[in-house]
T-cell receptor, first 116, second 110 residues
Framework: NAGVMQNPRHLVRRRGQEARLRCSPMKGHSHVYWYRQLPEEGLKFMVYLQKENIIDESGMPKERFSAEFPKEGPSILRIQQVVRGDSAAYFC??????????????FGPGTRLTVL | KNEVEQSPQNLTAQEGEFITINCSYSVGISALHWLQQHPGGGIVSLFMLSSGKKKHGRLIATINIQEKHSSLHITASHPRDSAVYICAPRKDFGNEKLTFGTGTRLTIIP
């Protein structure tokens, strides 16, 4: 059973370009979370998605950022018109469907975005 | 005040020493993760616990829900344990997202 997969592992973009980060959850997992780690800072929650639904996007910047988790395929975190301040490591985590008291989250290896 | 406080922020110890990292949180939680992150590396979930104590190899995690406190212990520490350890509580049931401590940077000297 493969773990959480993220690609690309490293992404370089110039200011103004778009960045697309992909996350494939573990098999059987229907919950996906995106977290961001800015340089020399801690992890921060961005968005929590279930298949075809955004459950909590309270950590997403209001502009330029969007996320989706379609019925088929990976979850996508999209950043439009990137700026240097978007340079960070973006981690995806997944967990199994609700029903258990507390579902463990499993993390992917992260995508390191560098904006030139 | 941060919702999650970890101590110490940095810890350097000799190989073989017993290590304790503490985490206090102010929010109600349903569970708490301890995570490990090597420099430039990914994040590994070491434990998820909602009560009592868990042990995995040389690692032990405890939690006291009433006191809103958790500890991570490493016995017989080894240089490969050098990493950042992050406490990540999960809030109440129905709110799945994690909050994070600032991390404890552990360095084990041979």
């Amino acid at each position: 059973n493969a773990g959480v997969m993220q690609n690309p592992r490293h992404l370089v973009r110039r200011r103004g370009q778009e960045a697309r980060l992909r996350c494939s959850p573990m098999k059987g997992h229907s919950h996906v979370y995106w977290y961001r780690q800015l340089p020399e800072e801690g992890l921060k929650f961005m968005v929590y998605l279930q298949k075809e639904n955004i459950i909590d996007e309270s950590g997403m910047p209001k502009e330029r950022f969007s996320a989706e988790f379609p019925k088929e395929g990976p979850s996508i975190l999209r950043i439009q018109q990137v700026v240097r301040g978007d340079s960070a490591a973006y981690f995806c985590a997944s967990s199994p469907p609700s029903g258990r008291a507390a579902n463990e989250q499993f993390f992917g290896p992260g995508t390191r975005l560098t904006v030139l | 005040k941060n919702e999650v406080e970890q101590s110490p922020q940095n810890l350097t110890a000799q190989e073989g020493e017993f290590i304790t990292i503490n985490c206090s949180y102010s929010v109600g939680i349903s569970a708490l993760h301890w995570l490990q992150q090597h420099p430039g590396g990914g994040i590994v979930s070491l434990f998820m616990l909602s009560s009592g104590k868990k042990k995995h190899g040389r690692l032990i995690a405890t939690i006291n829900i009433q006191e809103k406190h958790s500890s991570l212990h490493i016995t017989a520490s080894h240089p490969r344990d050098s990493a950042v350890y992050i406490c990540a509580p999960r809030k109440d049931f129905g709110n799945e997202k994690l909050t994070f401590g600032t991390g404890t940077r552990l360095t084990i000297i041979p």
